[in-house]
């Protein structure tokens, strides 16, 4: 079964995120109190936990929340989902809107680590139908 093993959040863009353990999703905006939500197309960044380990297998050192990412997700390959596939995280459904993006200025992993993996692993969502999402509830997609 797929689960959420982590929720992150921060009150400014370009910055590591603070893991906490639930979060309440609005629909059509994101998660509350993060930097990131607002009426767009990336309004909850997805990261698969894979992605962190083998990153941090190479020397990453980096914990949740280091690549800004919202929702890290173990057991579902997320960074292969096509834009459009709907993944139920908690009570929230979510749509998947854009696999990787492109960094206009290097984040404080970048500075510190020489490289990133959210330009090509990290998936973005909108919230289609809002709730509450913690860790350890299922992920499955819809």
């Not at 370009?14 to 639930?22: A, R, Y």
């Not at 905006?29 to 962190?52: M, P």
């Not at 404080?108 to 330009?119: A, L, S, T, W």
């Amino acid at each position: 079964m797929a689960k959420v093993v982590a929720i992150c959040t921060s009150p400014k863009k370009g910055t590591v995120k603070n893991k906490v353990e639930d979060a309440i999703l609005i629909e059509d905006f994101g998660i509350k109190d993060d930097a990131h939500a607002g009426k767009w197309h990336r309004q909850v960044s997805l990261l698969e936990l894979k992605k962190i380990d083998e990153f941090n297998r190479q020397g990453g050192n980096v914990k949740f929340g280091d690549f800004g990412e919202n929702i890290v997700i173990d057991g579902i390959e997320v960074d292969k989902l096509p834009v459009g596939q709907k993944i139920k995280v908690g009570e929230a459904i979510l749509e998947i809107t854009q696999i990787g993006k492109k960094c206009h200025n290097e984040c404080e992993i970048f500075h510190r680590v020489g490289k990133c993996i959210m330009p090509i692993y990290g998936v973005f969502s909108k919230v289609l139908k809002g709730g509450k999402v913690a860790i350890n509830d299922k992920a499955e997609l819809i």
